[in-house]
């Protein structure tokens, strides 16, 4: 037999993420049946495959006889006894349990005892897919990711009853086809989607309770973040269907209510704005409008930096700014204060705010409770703003304005910062601005995931690099970024909001305090 030992594979709806899968598996050089309830689905499913196909040729990544071969590998057939003689069947059809069950008890049915039977579920529990049928030690999830012949990760599930044998099996066909397995115990969205789709909702959450906008929040994790695209977008691209089903199948085990799915995307799905597919979600898909921008700047602005060491020099590197006492601001159009600690920072806003002529910003980095009692502390808060750079070389600055900010002052904060070549995006006076509110929970998630022994670093980071497109894994972004200050800003978020999500994993906890990373 070939990749894995299996010689004929069997896949269970055409769906594009069914076709997907088929093509993979023929693309290895293996035969495949591919199996849909009736003669349009299984026209349907052939569009998929030649479609797929048919890119790939005109990319360049497959020659048109290489094309030919991957079709006439693939047999379409609506009978389900075609299937008989497979080594390994998976199913792709819809996420619903009570479908599931019925293909596998036909499964179960038709084909030989020795096979193999597979489940692609993204968010179900794959034990009980397996429970009610006669062969749950062969019973196995293998979640591909879209688009299957794209994507690299897929995530191998055994449950408690799954023999050793089969696992390993499938795995290794999974690395046979140039795919990267990741083996994993059954939990309900596995690895990437428990992760993902907690970001997801807390991202719905915070447009709904008026934080920030869409846009700058999906500009926030872009730009700021670093991500392939922000949260919005990408929920629209997956459908907000599919987004309320895994987060409903998560929150059903979990009982988080980081994963009770935000009643603003129950609402959109009610309403039937699905994102894409229906042309309207959260952005409306049949238009072209673009973001309104950062407020332009006529002239370089002067700026000054207020503090000392390391922070305040990188700042004013960035900016091209000046380190300055407080003494020296007169004149500036936009003063940042970026102290080593927030009492610091108090005396040094204090002290320049008597020296800034009207029409001045100033601008808070240091806070370590809510900006509005810096600024109040500097006798002039109406001039005041929050200020954060997520990435100290990055291209984002976030603006925090207080109940107190004056009228304007926040527009001219960002026409400055865009004039300095910042991409800037407004949120509330609240912990974490943007970026950090969504970051660390869900690098707080991993490490969890991490100390529970779910899954092993590697694991986690190939979850979210090679399935989600992100630019690193979180255990390596928590090194990279500090345990340290994940948990300081965890406690922010969590002192704020009493949300247990929030509160740093004991594991993070102990390696701050040990001063090691998590590798």
Sequence with gaps: ???????????????????????????????????????????????????????????????????????????????????????????????????????????????????????????????????????PDKIVGVHFFNPAPVMKLVEVIRTVCTEPGAVERVAALVAGLGKTPVTIGDRAGFVANRLLFGYL??????????????????????????????????????????????????????????????????????????????????????????????????????????????????????????????AGVAGRDLVIEA?????????????????????????????????????VASGRPGDVVGLHLPEADGDLAEIAPTVATAPGVADRAAALLAALGLTTVRCRDRAGFIVDALRFPYLNDAAAMLGAGYADADAIDAAMTLGCGYPTGPIADLDRLGPDRAVTVLRALHAETREPAFAPTALLVEHVTAGRPLR
Excluded at 1 to 26: H, K, Q
Excluded at 74 to 88: M, N, P
Excluded at 204 to 229: F, K, N, V
Excluded at 267 to 273: F, H, M, N
């Design 1 to 135: 037999m070939t990749s894995g030992s299996f010689s004929r594979v069997g896949v269970v709806g055409l769906g594009t993420m069914g076709a997907g899968i088929a093509e993979v598996v023929a693309r290895g050089g293996i035969a495949v049946v591919g199996v849909e309830i009736n003669a349009d689905a299984l026209e349907r499913g052939r569009g998929h495959l030649e479609s797929s196909t048919g890119r790939a040729v005109k990319r360049g990544r497959l020659t048109e006889d290489g094309r030919r071969e991957i079709l006439d590998r693939i047999a379409l057939s609506t009978d389900f006894a075609d299937l008989g003689e497979c080594d390994l069947v998976i199913e792709a059809v819809p996420e619903r349990l009570d479908l599931k069950r019925k293909v596998f008890a036909e499964l179960d049915r038709v084909c030989r005892a020795d096979a193999v039977l597979a489940t692609n579920t993204s968010s179900l529990s794959v034990t009980d897919i397996a429970a009610t049928t006669g062969r």
């Design 201 to 326: 909702n807390q991202a719905a959450g915070m447009l709904e309770s008026g934080h920030a906008t869409r846009d700058d929040i999906d500009t926030a994790m872009t730009a700021g973040a670093g991500l392939p695209m922000g949260p919005f977008t990408l929920m629209d691209l997956i459908g907000l269907d599919t987004c309320l089903e895994v987060l409903e199948a998560v929150h059903a085990e979990s009982r988080d209510r980081r994963h009770a799915p935000s009643p603003l995307l129950r609402e959109l799905v009610t309403a039937g704005l699905l994102g894409r597919k229906t042309g309207r979600g959260f952005y409306d898909h049949g238009t072209a409008g673009e973001p309104a921008g950062d407020a332009p700047a006529s002239a370089a602005p002067s700026v000054a930096v207020l503090g000392t060491g390391p922070r305040a020099d990188a700042l004013a590197a960035r900016l091209g700014a000046s380190v300055r006492t407080p």
């Design 339 to 375: 102290a080593p600690d927030a009492a610091t920072a108090r005396a040094l806003l204090a002290e320049a705010a008597a020296n800034l002529e009207d029409g001045a910003v100033l601008a808070v980095t240091s806070a370590d409770g809510p900006i509005i009692e810096q600024a």
